[in-house]
């Protein structure tokens, strides 16, 4: 299995990113996808989650400026990050959560993506 995440940067405050989660590799379905982060000194923590059926959940500190979505015909999910807050710099990861060919539950982590938000 593959994760690549891409889509990270550096914005200043109160702009805009997407980033981008694509999987691929020995997977029958997948079950959800969630985006974490882990900023410097701190504990990795759940950004936003999204399930197969299309349910999602967020952290409460980007509640209303953060957005996950999924294609699923492209086993990719998406994370769109607007107003973006010096805060919300950390390295972001991408976590798939999908059943492999034996019908086995599996979890796997993608690489990280920097961004920075800064003047």
């Known amino acids: 299995v593959q994760l690549q995440a891409s889509g990270g ?3 200043q405050p ?3 990113l997407r980033l981008s989660c694509a999987a691929s590799g020995s997977i029958f379905s997948i079950n959800r996808m969630t985006w974490y982060r882990q900023a410097p000194g701190k504990q990795r ?13 967020y952290a409460d500190s980007v509640k209303g400026r953060f957005t996950i979505s999924r294609d699923n015909a492209k086993n990719t999910a998406y994370l769109q990050m607007n107003s973006l807050k010096p ?8 976590n798939l959560g999908y059943i492999a060919f034996d019908r086995s539950p599996r979890n796997y982590w993608g690489q990280g993506t920097q961004v920075t938000v800064s003047s």
Do not use: H, K, M, R
Not at 45 to 57: C, D, K, M, P, Q
Not at 87 to 94: F, G, I, L, M
């Open 45 to 57: 923590e759940l950004v936003a989650t999204i399930a197969n059926a299309g349910s999602t959940n």
């Open 14 to 16: 109160g702009g805009s």
């Open 87 to 94: 805060e919300d710099t950390a390295v972001y990861y991408c």
């Open 9 to 11: 940067g550096l914005v």
